[in-house]
């Protein structure tokens, strides 16, 4: 009984250490993955101070103040993520990725989750549209409407 016991755990020891192919990415392609990822950590923070910034607002210099953080954070997203894009692109690791299911599964996943946070903070653009009307005589009001149309269409430029 002991000697099966031996056995068993060896062999789970053994099948532990194997690589598992198909199972996870390789490092390339996780290292791949992880630097498509780090540019949208820097927009989700933005979108969360800017939800922050507006919640605290109690006058128009504050919501400039916000707005304005979140441009700068959103446009260092966009650079950042341009940069990603223009190393990778191409890149045989990508090509490995499109035929590799673990891989679309890994960022569709990501991709998935990314929509529903960028989804979730609707009411914050909402919530900024609404002080922006509010404060509309403002000049710095009407700076920071016009910087941040500038930045959301440097945003949407961005290929996903």
Excluded: H
Excluded at 47 to 69: P, T, W, Y
Excluded at 78 to 95: A, F, H, I, T
Excluded at 129 to 138: E, G, I, R, T, V
């Amino acid at each position: 009984m002991q000697s099966l016991l031996k056995f068993v755990l060896s062999t789970c020891l053994v099948l532990l250490m194997m690589p598992r192919l198909g199972y996870a990415l390789d490092a390339d392609q996780k290292a791949a993955l992880d630097a498509y990822k780090k540019p949208w950590d820097i927009y989700l923070s933005a979108m969360q101070d800017l939800a922050n910034g507006i919640k605290n607002a109690g006058s128009d210099g504050d919501v400039v103040k916000a707005a304005d953080k979140f441009c700068d954070d959103a446009n260092r997203f966009v650079d950042e993520y341009n940069e990603v894009r223009e190393k990778y692109q191409g890149s045989d690791v990508l090509k490995s990725m499109d035929n590799d299911a673990e891989a679309k599964k890994n960022i569709q996943d990501f991709m998935t989750d990314l929509k529903k946070k960028i989804e979730g903070s609707k009411p914050t653009f909402d919530t900024l549209k609404s002080d922006l009307s509010k404060y509309a005589s403002s000049p710095e009001i009407k700076r920071v409407q016009n910087r941040l149309s500038s930045t959301m269409n440097r945003i949407q430029l961005v290929e996903m």
